[in-house]
């Protein structure tokens, strides 16, 4: 008589537990002349204006915003409950990436390091206004 052998769960086939989601809405006061990048890198550590090795990124996001925008919304999913710092760029050029991640003449800041806390279970949202806006 063979005995069969009990079915295991293999984690490949178990389910990603859910995870919070961070909302982000970002604005701004003078609409766009054209389409524009919105980036909003968050970090477990402070990344200030000038990050230099002390900062830790823990996701780089971006949309973008159509000409004529003031406003745009963000969506981080599964994202680990915990404390997170914001920093926000309007990349009104489109040139963030090419230009080393600094924002140059054209572009918007929000202020530096925003705080941000994904609590377990409830996703979170997170107002920011973009401050300096050539």
């Given at each position: 008589?063979a005995?069969?052998?009990?079915?295991?769960?293999?984690?490949?086939?178990?389910?990603?537990?859910?995870l919070?989601?961070?909302?982000v809405?970002?604005?701004?006061?003078?609409?766009?002349a054209?389409?524009?990048?919105v980036?909003?890198?968050?970090s477990?550590?402070?990344?200030?204006?000038?990050?230099?090795?002390?900062c830790?990124?823990?996701?780089?996001?971006?949309?973008?915003?159509?000409?004529?925008?003031?406003?745009?919304a963000?969506s981080?999913?599964?994202?680990h409950?915990?404390?997170y710092?914001a920093?926000?760029?309007?990349?009104?050029n489109?040139?963030?990436?090419?230009?080393?991640?600094?924002?140059?003449?054209?572009?918007?800041?929000?202020?530096?390091?925003t705080?941000?806390?994904?609590?377990?279970?409830?996703d979170?949202?997170?107002d920011?206004a973009?401050?300096?806006?050539?």
């Open positions: 008589m005995s069969e052998l009990p079915s295991a769960t293999v984690a490949a086939d178990a389910d990603f537990p859910p919070p989601t961070l909302d809405d970002v604005s701004w006061t003078t609409p766009l054209e389409p524009g990048d980036w909003v890198v968050l477990t550590t402070p990344c200030g204006v000038d990050p230099g090795q002390n830790v990124p823990s996701r780089f996001i971006h949309v973008t915003a159509l000409e004529g925008s003031i406003h745009a963000l981080v999913e599964q994202i409950p915990g404390s710092f920093n926000v760029v309007l990349d009104r489109q040139n963030l990436i090419g230009a080393g991640l600094f924002p140059d003449a054209p572009d918007g800041v929000a202020l530096p390091d705080a941000a806390t994904v609590s377990d279970g409830e979170a949202t997170l920011i973009i401050f300096l806006n050539p």
